[in-house]
């Protein structure tokens, strides 16, 4: 890939760089497919806003240890502490937000944040955070409940539905992981991107070790299609978990856990 069409900056990355997010998929393959994925997954939780008597999807998160949630911090900053987050089908409402201290409003860099919620379902499955620096070319699982479309429309409708497309990882740096939009023999069998809803959400793998978590929704970059948004070989990229890990354990782990508690 070629690194220049990601250099986007100033007024125009604000303009053509995106960071609200939907599943967007292939448009030869049927949406139940996508739908049929995200049923085997169950370590989401989905933050809505009332807008006209209707929930609207404001972004995603995963569980990634007992009720803490990882999600992106420009969907962080949008939350409050006692908003409703849709956990396993039931309500419940923020108790704490820590959003990373270097990020800035409307600028990408350090895009990562954690919820805390009340508790966590039993039957939820809590994704592990990725420490490798090894993951280029693994394959990925998004999931979301944002608007959905496909690689030739763009966005095309939205129906609070959980979908969940694959991707491969295209390349890193010590932030980002970053994701092309293939289309036809380059592209995976469930093929897919996050869309405006999926912010926040997570980049899964899976080994023999069990469910981790490797990135979280943050931008898409509309540059390599002349700034059409949610089409074929637009870029995502996902705030790189390995790089954050420690941030994230420093603010996850109970006090008990700590060599020194506030009293």
Known sequence: ??????????????????SLKAMVIRHDVNDSEYINLASH??????????HNTKDVVQGTGTIIRNNWVLTAAHVANILKVGDDVHVDS??????????????????????????KIEMTPER???????????????????????????????????????????????????????????????ALALEGISGPGDSGGPALISNDKGLFIIGVSSWQDAAPTNWLEARYNVIEN??????F???IR??????????????
């Open 1 to 18: 890939m070629n690194n220049k069409i990601l250099k986007v900056t100033g007024l125009c990355c604000l303009l053509c760089c995106s």
């Open 41 to 50: 997954f169950n370590s989401t939780v989905t933050f809505t806003m009332l």
């Open 90 to 115: 039931k309500i419940q409402t923020i108790q704490k937000i820590i959003i990373h201290p270097k990020w800035q409003d409307r600028k990408f860099p350090f895009d990562i944040a954690l919820v």
């Open 124 to 186: 939820m499955v809590i994704a592990n955070l990725y420490d490798k620096s090894d993951e280029v070319s693994q394959i990925a699982t998004f999931l979301g409940r944002g608007d959905f479309g496909n690689g030739l429309k763009g966005i095309i409708n939205s129906d609070g539905l959980l979908r969940a497309a694959q991707n491969v990882v295209e390349e890193v740096d010590p932030q980002w992981i970053r994701f092309k939009f293939d289309q036809g023999d380059k």
């Open 238 to 243: 996902y705030s790189r978990v390995s790089y």
């Open 245 to 247: 890990i420690d941030w």
């Open 250 to 263: 420093e603010n996850t782990v109970d006090c008990a856990q700590k060599k020194e508690c506030a009293k």
